[in-house]
């Protein structure tokens, strides 16, 4: 075996003509390391508030191989009240997901288990001591070797592991929408959608399933004579759907409303002074309240929300609330609520939302009505927190939104009353005070007029043991005359 040279011997050898310096090689003696070693962390779902102990799995925004750091986005949820996103707790690579969209998770129940890089070894690789690097001279007729391990100045680093998750919002879609989707065995991602952001509409669904029946209908074939029908041999079978985390918060609220004793009321109310004033403010942006706003219209629901504001200082018992006695021996007591925090029940995809403008008495009737055009857009996206959820004292339900005049609203736990608001429609009312022409004269001297009046039901509920019916019937006139009486509701404005 050939002995190590010394230094000086090398540069000797070095000076040599017959040996040029671009035929040096250093020679590396192999070394050895250690793989980095990996911990496996497990992210279970923590309590999201508001006593919510399961969501469902909307979507996921990683896949399984994908890196991720600390706080961002791994899925997205819908709690029985809102949808949330979860972010990640640790950095690393996502090696297991344990649920599927559409899933139910409870509190405490495993979501990812994550690689997370270096967290039990803190060993760093051993070096390389300049002992170990020796020089060897090769022979003149000697071709560079290749053999053993050659420093050619570059480090090799590894490709990224994984691949890149899909767009945030390719599969964003509601639980309608997913079950739609369920329903017909469809895959998301085979659905162009027309939502914001590209989200999947039921529409988008019903085109794409009309389109796919269109383009695999058979060729036109001659008329054949109609079959007698026959009647399955087996009948169809029931089939049995989890109900999605809103439905169930509505079938455990509405259940406890039937304990409630509610007491029904109704009164119509004479808008057509009020439905002028607003067509004139719409049309003229210059005089409009909401002039900072073109685009957002007065409508109805603000004037209403507000007439009920001062009729709730007037009458605070409709805004209190009941609550139950700590022994069966004590009589029950009421929480006086001096702040009224409006609810307003909105009709979504995803079922019923009831969202909360806070301090309603601060606001003004076109800051009542930025805030109403607010809560909705943000209930139809799916975007409403828990905060936008809690503290209702009082609930008013836009019926009329849908068509329906009178209704018998169902009043929420915690609260006393709740206020159904009916469409405005056109009525023929006789009128004391028009004069109309009698029968085949002038009309100077006229009887009782026929006029058209825009006339709105409002529908109230109020819990029986709270409430009498006697204050129910004030409470509801004082806010019809806030209504007909636009005067009266200036004045009392505060």
């Not at 090398?10 to 020679?27: A, D, G, T």
């Not at 962390?41 to 191989?65: A, F």
């Not at 079959?227 to 509405?254: D, G, K, L, N, W």
């Not at 469409?423 to 004069?435: L, Q």
């Amino acid at each position: 075996m050939r002995s190590s040279l010394s230094a000086r011997a090398f540069l000797l050898r070095c000076r040599q003509p017959s040996i040029p310096w671009n035929h040096l090689v250093l020679r590396l003696r192999p070394f050895h390391t250690t793989s980095s070693r990996f911990a496996i962390k497990t992210q279970r779902l923590t309590d999201i508030g508001e006593g919510n102990k399961e969501v469902q799995i909307i979507q996921w925004y990683v896949s399984e191989g994908a890196r991720v750091e600390e706080w961002d986005n791994l899925c997205q949820v819908q709690s029985d009240k809102a949808a949330d996103d979860i972010t990640a707790r640790f950095g690393g690579v996502i090696k297991k997901i344990h649920w599927e969209p559409d899933d139910t998770v409870q509190t405490g129940e495993p979501l990812v288990d994550i690689d997370v890089v270096g967290e039990d070894s803190k060993e760093e690789p051993p070096s390389v001591p300049a002992s170990e690097i020796k020089a060897e001279e090769p022979e003149a007729s000697e071709q560079i070797s290749t053999e053993g391990p050659l420093y050619t100045g570059t480090i090799g680093v590894p490709e990224e592991q994984g691949k890149g998750s899909r767009g945030k919002h390719a599969t964003l879609a509601t639980p309608a929408v997913r079950g739609l989707l369920k329903e017909h065995n469809l895959d998301i991602t085979s659905i162009r959608g027309t939502g914001r952001d590209g989200r999947v509409l039921k529409e988008d669904v019903h085109q794409y399933l009309k389109t796919r029946k269109t383009s695999t209908a058979p060729p036109p074939s001659q008329p054949s004579p109609p079959e007698t029908f026959t009647p399955p041999s087996t009948p169809a079978e029931e089939t049995t759907v989890p109900m999605t985390p809103i439905q169930a918060a509505m079938y455990r609220s509405m259940t406890a409303s039937n304990s409630i004793p509610h007491f029904l009321f109704t009164s119509e109310v004479d808008i057509t002074a009020l439905t002028a004033l607003r067509r004139r403010l719409n049309a003229n942006p210059n005089i409009s309240p909401t002039s900072t706003s073109p685009s957002l219209k007065l409508t109805l629901l603000p004037f209403i929300l507000k007439a009920l504001t001062l009729t709730l200082s007037a009458y605070p018992i409709l805004n209190s609330r009941l609550s139950p006695p700590p022994s069966p021996s004590s009589p029950p007591s009421l929480l006086m609520r001096p702040v009224p925090n409006i609810g307003l029940a909105i009709a979504t995809p995803s079922g019923l939302l009831v969202p909360v403008i806070p301090s309603t008495n601060t606001h003004s009737i076109s800051s009542l009505a930025a805030q109403i055009a607010h809560l909705s857009s943000l209930a139809n996206a799916g975007k409403l927190s828990s905060t936008h959820l809690t503290g209702g004292t009082i609930t008013v339900s836009n019926i009329g939104a849908l068509g329906g005049s009178v209704v018998a609203p169902r009043i929420v736990e915690g609260q006393s009353v709740i206020v159904g608001v009916g469409r405005a429609r056109g009525v023929p009312m006789f009128r004391e005070d028009v004069a109309v022409p009698e029968e085949g004269g002038s009309g100077e001297h006229g009887g009782t007029g026929l006029v058209r009046r825009e006339i709105v039901t409002l529908s109230w509920a109020a819990d029986h043991r709270v409430v009498d019916g006697a204050t129910v019937a004030r409470a509801a006139g004082l806010v019809k005359g806030y209504l007909e009486d636009l005067g009266r509701l200036c004045v009392e404005l505060r």
